[in-house]
């Protein structure tokens, strides 16, 4: 279930990205078992995609928070570049999803200014969620 394994040609980029924001649409959660996957074994560009992906998944919000969740908790490559980080804490608020405000909590006391600032208005998505339901 991977784009890249050891016997294939590794697809483009932009033709990963493409199938990436394709499988966003699917609402199953196979299809984030796949964005899961390539979480672990790709590149920067498709690392962010996937994390922008996640942000605008309409069923399975809590498995897609998760994902966000174990990347931040985890080692995760991704996390030395402060676009990822700024992009997991927009795609947690656009969730909307209660678990998610312990990660951007954390987020509030990242090293880079801009993330703190991603952070502090996903939280207050998640306040404004929590007043409306």
Known sequence: ??????????????LQIEILRQLGWIRQSLALDYLQQNLDHNSPEV?????????????????????????????????ARTEIR?????????????????????????SDRSVQLHSQFAL????ADEGSS
């Open 86 to 110: 700024q992009a997991i804490a927009s795609s947690l608020g656009q969730l909307g999803e209660a678990e998610g405000q312990d990660a951007l909590e954390k987020l509030l006391k990242d």
């Open 47 to 79: 690392w962010i995609e996937i994390v922008t992906i996640l942000g605008r998944v309409e069923t399975f919000k809590h498995e897609a928070c998760g994902i966000l969740v174990k990347m931040l908790s985890g080692n995760h490559p991704g996390l």
């Open 124 to 127: 207050k998505l998640l306040s």
């Open 1 to 14: 279930g991977e784009f890249i394994t050891k016997d294939s040609v590794a697809l483009p980029l932009s």
